[in-house]
């Protein structure tokens, strides 16, 4: 019989408990990393999606930081009801009558069943050239009766570095919303059939490249033949539109049909349109009114008209140098070298923002004024901006109200790019050793030998304006940079909304470079038709000029007369701008001035406004806006209501007093006391400010 110890006995049972023991930490310090590993996804996913709305929900209790903007206000009381207010913000009496209406009116046939055949487009340009050109071929495919393929946008292909879910039109903007808007205009269809997108694939399909001046008889003698021939063409539009502005009156409808592409069935795809709302969201999220200011300041233009010596050091080196490219190609005529200062008083320069700047403070914006800068960076850096921001001290743009992911969001996935550009190496140190010659040729003494050369490395030709000084030739573009381009394209698309909301739009330019109708047209022209008694400032830079020209000694101490003036001024271009458009713009570009065709009259029946009679008023308006039809009258249930003509004239700039000029230009700070040692305002006369209708009120 074996003995057993009693030890060696029990430690059966114990072995098992400390196996259990070891099981269970186990257990536990699994459950330990799952739980980190939750708390670590629900922090990141908090984090990301209440960093864009925290801020805007917090702000609707109290103002406060809205992202990088921190809103400043001087008082927190802000009154609408005055007259102060109403001659800042309020709308344009004379133009409350006028309302959109771009229906066909009279016959207008659906398009055939059968079309003629397939008409493929390419555009290419930025932003207000792309939509331009889209309601241009549209018109033309109604006009040959053909069937629209919807067009290919050159700076959004796949080629560009953009995201694959998107595919060159539906970057932009909504191919379903554009194809069931022209439903009973033109008949749409996303892609060729598969025989002529072989064909056009291997080029066996004619191809029009066609400018923006072509007729509808170069479309029906020598294009249509063509299509009935092969059943496709293909159009290239290079240059902002393949149709020209002004069209016979028997083709009046085609205006119209402009007027639906381009307000109702151009619609920017939901990405784009949703960042656009949450951006004007935040603007207005303070409850004030804000002006959106478009300076309209790019470097083709500013080549095209001349204007390089407005600017220092390298910026006019790249504008000469885009001049002299302008020039080798018959874009512009000329001379490389312009007085600037010269075109400049002829009002074919951009003004520049500080003149924008005084404008406005002189017209009587305070400096907590709400300003949306539009546009991007300006060219000429940001020190350009600088005296704006110093004026005025709420100024924001895309990038204050948004944050980078809701930016990405819009992008679309996006593969990383790996610039392979090779990049310039430093030259090698040779070592010269002295030449025994020097010891022992010629008699002293002996002129020394010129220094060599001070070599080259790579930090002094990076950057984007590195090859200036190294070759006359501007180097390509690399795919980051034309994936940027496309990008401008989505950030143009956010301007052009929050301008066209904006209760008062001012442009520092109107024209591109190519000396055509840019962006802030486009806007002022959609502004038109679609809020035409919105405050929108089309000045006559020539003018604005000889003003500036009377204070460009003392910017900042002017008098009262030049502020009279100057608000005199921009007064009357609220008509005399339109007046200048109908006869400059229109005939570039219809989308900068659609009106009357897209418009009409809305009046009470039963009642004839006071001011019936008065030749200023009336005549100024039919001379700016032409024939207008009456609006139907199932448009007639809200009758707006009519303006006195003592109303009319505080618009046109008439029987204005400059009595009670009050404060100086810019004067900043709590409680009235100007920085420079200016008076304070007492608060009886803000109430005469208030009060007076045809006041000239001066800071508040």
């Known amino acids: 019989m074996r003995w057993v110890s009693p030890a060696k006995g029990s430690g059966g049972s114990g072995g098992e408990k400390g196996v259990f023991f070891k099981s269970r930490l186990k257990w536990v310090g699994l459950i330990g990393l799952v739980l980190s ?40 009381d802000f009154s609408s009801d005055t007259a102060f207010y109403r001659r800042l913000w309020g709308p344009v009496r004379p133009f409350d009558s ?71 039109f539906a970057y932009l903007y909504n191919e379903d919303q554009f194809m069931v808007a022209l439903a009973e205009d033109v008949k749409v269809v996303k892609t060729l059939p598969k025989d002529l997108k072989g064909a056009r694939r291997k080029k066996n399909i004619p191809s029009f490249k066609v400018t923006k001046s072509a007729s509808p008889y170069f479309y029906l003698h020598h294009v249509r033949p063509v299509l009935n021939m092969h059943s496709v063409v293909e159009l290239v539009v290079p240059d902002g539109g393949c149709l020209q502005a002004v069209l016979p009156p028997d083709l009046e409808e085609y205006q119209r049909l402009r007027c639906r592409v381009a307000y109702h069935a151009l619609s920017f795809r939901d990405e784009v349109q949703e960042l656009a709302t949450k951006i004007l969201y935040r603007l207005r999220a303070s409850g004030r009114p804000f002006i959106a200011y478009d300076p309209a300041m790019t470097r083709d233009a500013l080549a095209y008209h001349g204007c390089a010596e407005l600017f220092q050091d390298v910026h006019t080196e790249l504008i000469q140098h885009k001049r002299a490219w302008m020039l080798k190609r018959g874009i512009v005529r000329g001379n ?27 017209y009587g914006y305070s400096w907590d004024t709400v300003i949306y800068v539009s546009g991007g960076e300006v060219f000429g850096g940001q020190k350009k901006l600088i005296p704006f921001h110093a004026m005025f001290e709420n100024v924001v743009d895309r990038t204050s109200l948004s944050v980078p992911w809701e930016l990405n969001k819009m992008y679309g996935r996006e593969a990383n790019l790996v610039d392979k550009t090779p990049k310039p190496s430093s030259p090698p140190v040779k070592v010269k050793k002295k030449p025994n010659d020097w010891k022992i040729s010629g008699t002293r003494p002996r002129p020394l030998p010129p220094p060599p050369a001070r070599p080259k490395y790579p930090y002094n030709i990076e950057g984007w304006w590195g090859w200036v000084s190294e070759s006359d030739n501007e180097p390509d573009s690399t795919v980051m940079e034309l994936r940027t381009n496309a990008h401008k394209l989505l950030w143009e698309a956010i301007d052009y909304t929050i301008c066209l909301e904006a209760d008062v739009f001012v442009a520092g330019f109107d024209r591109d470079g190519k000396g055509n109708p840019n962006f802030a047209s486009l806007v002022m022209g959609h502004r038109l038709y679609q809020f035409a008694a919105s405050k929108t400032f089309e000045l006559d830079r020539k ?45 570039l570009s219809f989308l900068s001035f659609p009106v009357p065709e897209c418009s009409c009259l809305r009046n009470s029946p039963s009642e004839v406004p006071s001011h019936a009679s008065s030749p200023s008023v009336r005549s100024q308006l039919h001379k700016a806006l032409g024939a207008m039809h009456h609006c139907p009258s199932w448009m007639d249930g809200d009758v707006p209501s009519q303006s006195t003509e ?17 404060g100086l230009l810019f004067r900043q700070g709590v409680g009235g006391e100007s920085p420079e040692g200016g008076v304070e305002v007492s608060s009886k006369e803000d109430a005469q400010i208030e009060d007076q209708e045809e006041l000239e009120g001066g800071e508040r």
């Not at 629900?42 to 809103?71: D, K, M, V």
């Not at 003592?646 to 009050?662: C, F, H, P």
Request: proline letters at 4%.
């Open 37 to 76: 590993a939750v708390s670590l996804f629900a922090h990141f996913l908090l984090a990301r999606y209440t960093y864009g709305f925290a801020a805007s929900e917090y702000h609707q209790s109290s103002s406060i930081t809205i992202f990088s903007w921190r809103p400043i206000f001087e008082n927190a």
């Open 98 to 168: 006028i309302h959109p209406y771009a229906n066909p009116r009279g016959h207008y046939v659906a398009p055939a069943t059968q079309s003629n055949g397939f008409i493929f487009v390419r555009i290419q340009g930025g932003f207000h050239e792309i939509r331009n050109s889209i309601c241009d071929v549209v018109v033309v495919a109604r006009l040959l009766n053909a069937t629209l393929v919807i067009p290919e946008l050159q700076s959004t292909t796949s080629s560009k570095g953009i995201s694959t879910q998107f595919k060159s």
């Open 336 to 362: 490389l070298s312009v007085d600037s200062s010269l075109q400049s008083r002829k009002g074919l320069c951009p003004l520049m923002p500080e003149e924008v700047g005084i404008l406005l403070r002189a």
């Open 543 to 587: 003018e604005i000029v000889k003003l500036l020209d009377e204070i460009r000694d003392h910017f900042y101490q002017a008098n009262h007369t030049w502020i009279t003036s100057v608000r005199r001024h921009m007064r009357r271009s609220l008509m005399d701008g339109l007046i200048e458009e109908s006869t400059k713009s229109k005939t």
């Open 646 to 662: 003592r109303e009319d004239d505080e618009y046109l700039g008439k029987d204005e007093s400059d009595s009670s000029v009050a």
